[in-house]
């Protein structure tokens, strides 16, 4: 019965302590510049496939454009 409580207790602290976060307002910072236009960098992942002392190595490159 003790293990119950403690476990019960435990589950309710995390539960109210996510919950709080989750309710949080958005801050938004605005310096008063042209902030609404943003340099995006197109990225992909690229497979790039080599080959070392004869074996076949595929590795994940990420290209940004």
Known sequence: ???????SAIAIASLVGTS???QAATVVVANGGNNYHHHHHHCYTKKVVRWHHGHKVVTAQRICR
């Open 1 to 7: 019965m003790n293990k119950f409580l403690i476990a």
């Open 20 to 22: 709080v976060s989750s």
